[in-house]
Nanobody, 124 residues
């Protein structure tokens, strides 16, 4: 069983880039799908991106396709979300989640392991 912690959130301007890290403790992420969800104030939690357990395929929400890249260290304990061309509507708390042998589901209930979240704020 892994514990997850997100790093790298902060305040940026429109058009900037930012990379979030998801560090696992208690084990590696080798056999885990790693995904990212986000929740903005007053809105429901939404899927952002995922890398499937083998690390070779990714899934993206339409609203971030082409701007965000999800990845993970194949044999390590870190997942990443590289975000470019950030927009004010990307402002949210971003959560890292993991699922053993997961295939990149967009449903939050498929992921038993969650980090505490990190705030990303994009100013206009």
């Amino acid at each position: 069983q892994v514990q997850l912690a997100e790093y790298g959130g902060g305040l940026v301007q429109t058009g900037d880039s930012l990379t979030l890290s998801c560090v696992a403790s208690g084990g590696t992420l080798r056999h885990y799908a790693v995904a990212w969800f986000r929740q903005a104030p007053g809105k429901e939690r939404e899927f952002v991106a995922a890398v499937i357990w083998n690390g070779y395929s990714t899934v993206y929400a339409d609203i971030v396709q082409g701007r965000f890249t999800a990845s993970k260290d194949i044999d390590g304990n870190t997942g990443y979300l590289q975000m470019t061309s950030l927009k004010p509507e990307d402002t949210a708390v971003y959560y890292c989640v993991a699922d053993y042998l997961g295939r990149g589901s967009m449903q939050p209930h498929e992921y038993p392991f969650w980090g505490q979240g990190t705030q990303v704020t994009v100013s206009s």
